[in-house]
């Protein structure tokens, strides 16, 4: 019985068709819940829609085949999250994925799809697709609010215990600021206090005091890494002032030979070549029948350049000239070879990366240290560890990639002194980790709910423009251009052309007077009731149309993520168009559609 239970898959109660189906009551119905927990929850439900599509698309659904059941087998369970990933992927257009995932991705991520499923392969799959998703079609909770590593349950206890604590702490500090200076319990320390303004920012957290401590001192911290080992060696004697240093191998000693031998073979060259200069010179001087040869100074070289200023009249003179023009320039050699003429015709072959030419696809990283080939979160990619080594301690206004640059420091749940990650990077550190269907299968839902699901496609009714109401004027937005930013070329910014179309009417004076002389007293009728004018529509003129001859237009750059994904999808299928056809034609629409 014992090995029949366990080669037999599981099941769950209810999924089967021969037992009782269970309902949860709690789940199903609302009104099982008192109204405390059901305002709660309803608060609860309506933060978190606000933040994630939790319910566009009528909600998150696994795909599985008919009569096939989600519970079962670890085979089934893998090939339900290959469907879903796979009905997720056809659910987002193509245009906005990465330009290279048709030509570089989608033909291994569909075959990823048809192989036999493996916890690697999904999370392989997985993480390379969420590479190739642009960053405009993410939330803003994906790349700009913060993450988590893992989840700690804190009880009320845990609470307590750690107000307890702080109120302690507070009361101690208090008590050393007050206590006397005979006080044998109190460790004094004694330092100066710098009187200049501190050139570096240093990243203070509590409990640390570095300008007072400092490393090394009384007090202070020491990180040590996890990654990086240290290898403490014995210091090197000094050896004697003035004692005769002798190399001790066999390879410094070669060296130092070879070094002599090369010395001494220059300075021989030198010799031979300033001894055959010597005799040229005396040999032209000879030949030479010029007033500067005359007055024993050498012709200058004469070059296609300057063939106009012609110094020496001998023939022998020239032919010397020549000669050792000839031989001087022959015997130099160039480090490197010169580089190619840059011809540039009409600039058609000068393509602008990010711009004419794609950025290559991105690859997932692996988190992983080239020395101990350990994981950690703190690893950062080769480019933006390089930027942060050479303008860290420069420009303050950089900091590294997928960390948030704003976020208050909790040393609670971040005791380390960097910036706190952010979503993305920690979603991508924990699916790099998975080591269970049940971790891709969460992180597959994790990453559909951070789509933007509710602008992904156009309405029929409405048109390819989009008309933004303000307080004095709308403005009448058109996508004419794009620019996709490094490194991988994900975030992009779109150039817009913008329509201002005042709303209120700056009214004539002149005209007002002509309507008071043209105004006639009518029996009934009171005068002011003639000359009252009607209040004008709003977006409107006087006569109820659209005043066209006071639009004032302008193009500006503005990030991918203000923009809806229809209007960002449009464009990418209209340059599409124009590429294929070869045309350069403006990207111009017609037509309104209101926010």
């Given amino acids: 019985l014992g090995s029949q239970s366990i080669l037999e898959p599981g099941f769950r109660l209810g999924e089967s068709d021969t037992l009782l189906r269970y309902v949860n009551q709690y789940r199903v119905n609302e009104y099982a819940k008192n109204p405390t927990q059901r305002t709660r929850e309803k608060d609860k439900r309506k933060y978190m829609c606000g933040r994630f599509s939790l319910m566009d698309e009528k909600g998150f659904e696994w795909s599985q085949a008919k009569g096939r059941s989600i519970a079962g087998s670890p085979d089934q369970v893998g090939a339900v999250i290959q469907d879903t990933l796979e009905s997720f992927a056809q659910k987002i257009p193509s245009v906005l ?81 007050s206590a006397d200076a005979d006080d044998e319990e109190v460790i004094w320390v004694k330092y100066h206090k710098v009187g200049a303004v501190i050139k570096r920012t240093l990243w203070r957290q ?87 040869c005359k007055m024993g100074l050498i012709p200058p070289q004469l070059t296609d350049n300057c063939s106009s200023t012609l110094s020496c009249y001998s023939l022998t003179c020239r032919q010397a000239i020549a000669q050792t023009m000839g031989r001087t320039t022959s015997s130099v050699v160039h480090a490197h070879p010169p580089s190619p003429e840059c011809k540039k015709e009409n600039g058609s072959d000068e393509k602008v990366l990010g711009i004419d030419k794609p ?41 590294a990639p997928g960390f948030h640059r704003m976020a208050k420091s909790n040393t609670q749940v971040w005791n380390y002194p960097c910036p706190r990650p952010l979503f993305d990077n920690c979603w991508r550190y924990l699916t790099l980790r998975a080591q269970s269907y049940h971790s891709i299968a969460l992180h597959l839902r994790i990453l559909y709910a ?60 002149a005209e007002d007077d002509a309507s008071l002389e043209g105004a006639t007293y009518q029996p009934g009728r009171s005068l002011e009731k003639v000359l009252r004018k009607k209040k004008p529509v709003k977006g409107r003129s006087l006569n109820g149309t659209a005043r066209m001859d006071k639009v004032k237009t302008f193009e500006k750059w503005i990030d991918g993520t203000e923009l809806k994904l229809w209007e960002i999808a449009e464009y990418w299928k209209s340059l599409e168009n124009r590429t294929k056809r070869g045309s350069a034609t403006p990207f111009v629409l017609k037509g309104f559609v209101a926010i």
């Fill in 359 to 399: 950025f290559p696809l991105p690859v997932p990283l692996d988190y992983r240290v080239r020395r101990t080939g350990e994981q950690s979160l703190l690893v950062l990619p080769q480019k933006a560890l390089k930027r942060l080594a050479r303008q860290g301690g420069v420009n303050s206004g950089y900091f």
């Fill in 97 to 177: 994925m990465h330009r290279l995932w048709r030509r570089d991705g989608l033909d291994n991520f569909k075959k990823g799809l048809n192989a036999p499923p493996s916890v690697e392969l999904l999370r392989d799959l997985l993480l390379r697709f969420e590479c190739a998703i642009r960053r405009p079609v993410f939330h803003n909770v994906w790349w700009s609010s913060l993450g988590h590593t893992r989840l700690m349950r804190i009880t009320v206890e845990d609470r307590e215990r750690r107000q307890y604590y702080e109120a302690k702490k507070k009361k101690l500090e208090r008590d050393l600021l």
């Fill in 450 to 509: 951070c789509i933007r699901w509710a602008d992904m496609r156009r309405d029929p009714e409405e048109d390819l423009r989009v008309i933004a109401h303000y307080a004095d004027h709308d403005e009448i937005r058109t996508v004419i251009g794009h620019k996709e930013l490094p490194p991988d070329g994900v975030s992009e910014q779109y150039q817009l052309h913008v329509e201002v179309v005042p709303l209120d009417d700056s009214i004539d004076l």
């Fill in 206 to 292: 509590n409990d640390e005091n570095y300008r007072v401590n400092g490393r090394g001192a009384l007090g202070g911290w020491l990180w040590v890494s996890k990654t990086f080992r240290r290898r403490f060696i014995p210091k090197a004697q000094r050896p004697a002032i003035g004692g005769k240093l002798e190399p001790t191998t066999l390879a410094n000693r070669k060296a130092i030979r070879l070094e002599g031998v090369l010395k001494r073979l220059n300075e021989w060259r030198n010799t031979e070549f300033n001894r055959e200069e010597r005799v040229w010179q005396k040999d032209v001087l000879k030949n030479c029948y010029s007033p500067m």
